[in-house]
């Protein structure tokens, strides 16, 4: 059930998700050599406003895409609809928002 | 598919109406150049003339006999048996995603409401006490257009689509398709109105791009590529502010 | 009733792209709530990070890689199905090359683990 404004909200977020993906990846390609602690991640990403601003947009662009996406599902595949549908759309984004935000939160400011 | 001597088909029909489908096994004899709407009209003539079914032209230009022959959507008088046989069995039924009015006749009218719903209508913008405004046919909007007129509506489309399927409020892509071909008409005046009744919740928007339409559609139309227009025409409208939904 | 048989590539296209996503946002707030362990518990994080040495969270790690890719390259095949008047030929060879991206983009995974 998307209108034109849920839809183009899905597009640009992909959209700008786009190269934070390949940012993403790159970065984890990069970091799981000889292995990962929460030390060696930590001393690079604290207090690094570059990495706040990268995966905080990441976090708020996913919360939209994949609230979206789950909300056509939700339609298409298990009939939901109604006032439950916004009300799951928007419960998912910002269960998204807050857990992503927090998960950023530890790791870039702390 | 060869046929290895097989002297009688195993026909299963759904039968029966909306809330109470049921599915009968009719024995038919085969024939060679056979098609499903000889199988089906020698049921109704030999077996049982209570059979309920369409048919028109029976070559293949009205598109009345559109039902589903094993889990596909197709036209009965142009799939040939031998094309569809599983050993000697087959499986015909009403068009999915359309309410069954009888065994193998459906309710068209959401088809049609559908149609309107999609604003695919013309938008003059002359008088007839105007010269005629001549249409080039080589300009890039009237190619985009001329691909999408010949559908007949015969809903097989609608029938392919899974989207329709999970979302009965969406408009579908015989109705899309003639919105686009409207909208790149030279002659049609409200281009904005189109994209507004294309941009609502059952708009073009819920198009997954499965193609599933494109890949049914006997006659080999792309009702896909027009919904992916639509799609581009709304969101430079969108970008540019104009959109009133 | 049957229903349409789906063998045809671009069908399964959307299956896929609508699995993975479905996957993705499934595992996403697994992923949230372990990050934010640096914030209340890091010892824990990292007895689970010691324990994601283990070979089969590696391959796990490999599968969520390849949803994300396999999502975000069907995504911008999407895109540019939509969005690019281009014509068919043209498409089918962005499809090949997005698949060859696919490719290449799991053979550095493999070389990382």
């Known amino acids: 059930m998307l209108d034109l404004k849920l839809y183009m909200a899905q597009r640009i977020s992909a959209m700008i998700m786009g190269p934070l993906v390949l940012g993403h990846l790159a970065v984890m390609i990069y970091a799981i050599q000889g292995g990962l602690s929460s030390a060696e991640i930590l001393s690079r990403t604290q207090g690094s406003i570059f990495w706040f601003v990268f995966y905080g947009t990441f976090v708020i662009a996913v919360s939209v895409h994949a609230a979206i996406g789950m909300r056509v599902i939700m339609h298409e595949w298990l009939g939901l609809k109604g006032v439950t549908l916004p009300l799951f759309t928007w419960s998912l984004c910002l269960i998204l928002l807050f857990m992503g935000a927090r998960a950023v939160t530890a790791v870039t400011l702390l | ?245 | 009733m049957k229903a349409p048989a789906r063998a045809h590539p671009l069908w399964l296209a959307f299956m896929l792209h609508r699995l993975s996503g479905l996957a993705l946002a499934l595992f996403l707030p697994a992923h949230f709530w372990l990050l934010s362990l640096a914030l209340t518990q890091p010892q824990r994080l990292d007895s689970f990070l010691q324990f994601a040495e283990n070979p089969i969270v590696k391959i796990a790690e490999f599968g969520l890689v390849l949803l994300l890719s396999v999502h975000i390259f069907g995504g911008l095949r999407l895109l540019a199905l939509e969005f690019m008047p281009w014509s068919h030929s043209q498409k089918t060879l962005a499809a090949g090359a997005v698949g060859l991206s696919l490719f290449i983009s799991t053979i550095f995974l493999l070389q990382a683990l």
């Open chain 2, 1 to 245: 598919m060869q046929q290895t001597n097989i002297n009688t088909l195993e026909v299963t029909v759904q039968r029966g109406t909306h809330d109470a489908p049921q599915d009968e096994i009719f024995q038919v004899p085969a024939y060679e150049n056979q098609t499903i709407l000889d199988v089906v009209s020698w049921i109704q003539h030999y077996a049982d003339p209570s059979l309920t079914y369409r048919f028109a032209c029976r070559v293949g230009m009205c598109g009345s006999c559109a039902m589903m022959v094993n889990g596909e959507p197709r036209w009965a008088c142009r799939t040939h048996v031998n094309k569809v046989l599983d050993k000697n069995k087959m499986h015909i039924a009403p068009l999915r995603n359309l309410p069954v009015i009888k065994d193998l006749a459906v309710d068209m009218d959401p088809f049609f409401d559908k149609w309107i719903q999609a604003e695919g209508k013309h938008h003059p913008t002359q008088t007839r006490n105007d010269p005629i405004a001549p249409v080039q046919p080589e300009t890039a909007a009237r190619v985009e257009a001329n691909a999408g007129i010949e559908c007949i509506n015969c809903s097989i489309c609608y029938a392919a689509c899974d989207t329709v399927a999970g979302n009965p409020d969406y408009l579908g892509p015989a109705a899309l398709q003639r919105a686009w071909t409207v909208f790149n008409d030279a002659k049609n005046e409200s281009k904005q109105v189109i994209l507004d009744a294309v941009s609502g919740a059952s708009g073009c928007h819920n198009c997954h791009s499965m193609g599933s339409c494109t890949h049914y559609c006997p006659n080999d139309l792309d009702p896909m590529s027009a919904i992916s227009g639509l799609k581009r025409e709304t969101a430079k409208a969108f970008f540019k502010g104009r959109t009133n939904a």
